[in-house]
């Protein structure tokens, strides 16, 4: 696997005084696009048209529906709303890539996008080659003042295609998963080293912080507005949960103890049979897991990878600790004391995702982005190996359903004592 382009970040680092002028403003528009859609078409290579159709679950969707759905994005909300006289490059494509957008009309039903063998992943291709000449052209004959009023919007866009790129990794994941051979996205892939320590606990003394996102530079609504939080005292885990801590706790019977895990989470744990992360698969006496890279050895000091916040709070519980809450975790973030807070895994936090006081949704059909989902969801704090460089910050709110664990989720602990 090549290294992934740095993409939005570019842009942001770029994002033009009001005095720059038209044609270096519409290059680094320009340089910025290409480098992200780019690298969705990099991760999508190593795919055949048959693994590009798959959907092996509903909340995962097809890589070819990935690639099709960001495009739509861009001619739905650059071109469409902001080039006079732009013509869809096909009528069906909006109610076939439209994701949940209300505001931009009907849409074809999520669980159902691995049914779509067409179009073809060809003409998936032709499509995003099609806006893309469309959304360069824009660039160069915009003019600064329109470019400038739209930067925002383009921001959105990469960033969006970004999160989708990770999306392209989780998802072709669970569905190899499922596939007994097993398939390697890419043989010479190996999980990303930990930077773990022996200084166990850092402490976070009682204390009100400014927390969420507080300058201009590229951020989601769902991280402003930036507000004071009392934390502390408390002590954070400097170090993520490891598989051979997860693998103690299993083998202390932590999966079949019910009074460890919360209700609807022994539940889950006994309507899914689960008995280990997700991806592990017993063979022989040993446990191994799915990677990118195809079916490894547990490495027992990598970090835990692909588990649920049920199981996360049930692990926490058995080690006689808890999980950080959302502030705890910027706060320390911010200071620095927290290994691997980035590029490995996802952390859960005990927050629910909820809106911060006072957030309002930003106007138009962009405002259905994040503030529609806050509720009954958690949120998670880092960023994992998954994750465009560049893409992450410390205010970045990442929100799951307590279930899932086909993203590249782990955990660090938090404790009161
Ligand atoms: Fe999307």
């Not at 190593?46 to 990935?66: G, R, T």
């Not at 022996?198 to 530079?217: F, K, R």
Request: proline share 7%; charged share 20%; net charge negative.
């Amino acid at each position: 696997m090549t290294k992934p382009a740095s993409a939005a970040a570019a842009l942001a680092t770029a994002t033009p005084s009001p005095s720059s002028d038209s044609a270096l403003l519409a290059q680094r528009l320009v340089d910025a696009y290409r480098a992200v859609r780019d690298e969705t078409e990099r991760r999508a290579a190593p795919l055949s048209p048959e693994d590009q159709l798959i959907q092996s679950m509903p909340d995962a969707s097809p890589a070819k529906w990935h690639r099709a759905h960001t495009t739509w994005f861009f001619e739905q909300f650059l071109l469409g709303e902001h080039v006079a006289g732009y013509t869809p490059f096909h009528p069906d494509y909006a109610y076939l890539f439209n994701s949940y957008y209300v505001s931009a009309g009907p849409r074809h039903a999520r669980h159902q996008r691995g049914h779509l063998t067409r179009p073809s992943a060809d003409e998936v291709t032709a499509y995003r080659r099609h806006v893309d000449a469309e959304v360069v052209k824009f660039f160069q004959s915009a003019g600064e003042e329109k470019l400038q009023a739209l930067v925002p919007l383009v921001e959105v866009g990469l960033n969006h295609e970004q999160q989708h790129q990770e999306l392209m990794y989780t998802d072709i994941l669970h569905a190899f998963a499922q596939n007994p051979i097993p398939p390697a996205y890419d043989p010479a892939w190996r999980f990303p080293a930990s930077n773990g320590s022996t200084e166990q606990w850092v402490t976070l003394n009682e204390g009100i912080h400014t927390v969420g996102h507080a300058d201009d530079s590229f951020h989601f609504d769902n991280e402003k507005p930036a507000h004071r939080a009392l934390v502390g005292p408390v002590k954070l885990a400097k170090n993520l949960v490891t598989n051979a801590e997860w693998l103690a706790f299993m083998k202390d019977g932590g999966y079949a103890t019910a009074t460890l895990w919360l209700m609807d989470g022994f539940a889950t744990v006994s309507n899914e049979g689960w008995q280990a992360p997700g991806h592990w698969r017993e063979t022989g006496g040993e446990w191994k897991i799915m990677t990118l890279g195809g079916l490894q050895p547990i490495d027992p000091s990598a970090p835990v990878c692909h588990v649920s916040y049920y199981e996360a709070d049930a692990f926490a519980r058995w080690a006689g600790k808890h999980l950080p809450t959302e502030m705890e975790w910027e706060v320390a973030a911010r200071a620095g004391l927290l290994n691997d807070a980035y590029g490995i895994v996802w952390q859960w936090t005990r927050s629910s995702y909820s809106p911060y006081p006072g957030y309002r949704a930003i106007e138009g059909a962009l405002g259905e982005y994040n503030g529609k989902f806050m509720v009954n969801q958690l949120v998670l704090r880092g960023s994992s190996l998954a994750t465009p460089p560049g893409h992450s910050r410390v205010t970045y709110r990442n929100f799951f359903y307590p279930h899932h664990r086909w993203q590249f989720t782990g955990l660090r602990l938090a404790d009161y004592a």
